[in-house]
Nanobody
Framework: QVQLVESGGGLVQAGGSLRLSCAASGRTFRTSAMGWFRQAPGKERECAAAISMTGGTTDYADSVKGRFTISRNDANNTVYLQMNSLKPDDTAVYYC?????????????????????WGQGTQVTVSS
């Protein structure tokens, strides 16, 4: 079982930066692949960034490549999303998700349906 709590959202002007954090409780964080998803009103939930259990593999949506960076710190059971050069189109509720891994550990996952645990979400609003 993994409990996820996101923080760091807020209101920022276009061009600004935010750093989202997702604190995980439970012993399985270190054996979980992680993802940051976002959902804007009227749109489907999409994967902004994902990171493998080992942290050695990452993947990004084309719309955020070069601007967002996902990372994880297994010492404090936290995954981060550094967001730079924010645009109004980045406005959404951002969710952290965890997928339990049983072998390997180098895969990343971008489909919401494969994830086992979700946080409650944090709102990011980018003004123009």
């Amino acid at each position: 079982q993994v409990q996820l709590v996101e923080s760091g959202g807020g209101l920022v002007q276009a061009g600004g930066s935010l750093r989202l954090s997702c604190a995980a409780s439970g012993r399985t964080f270190r054996t979980s692949a992680m993802g940051w998803f976002r959902q804007a009103p009227g749109k489907e939930r999409e994967c902004a960034a994902a990171i493998s259990m080992t942290g050695g593999t990452t993947d990004y949506a084309d719309s955020v490549k070069g601007r967002f960076t996902i990372s994880r710190n297994d010492a404090n059971n936290t995954v981060y999303l550094q967001m730079n050069s924010l645009k109004p189109d980045d406005t959404a509720v951002y969710y952290c998700a965890a997928k339990s891994e049983y072998y390997g550990g180098t895969n990343v996952y971008t489909e919401p349906r494969v994830y086992d645990y979700w946080g409650q979400g944090t709102q990011v609003t980018v003004s123009s």
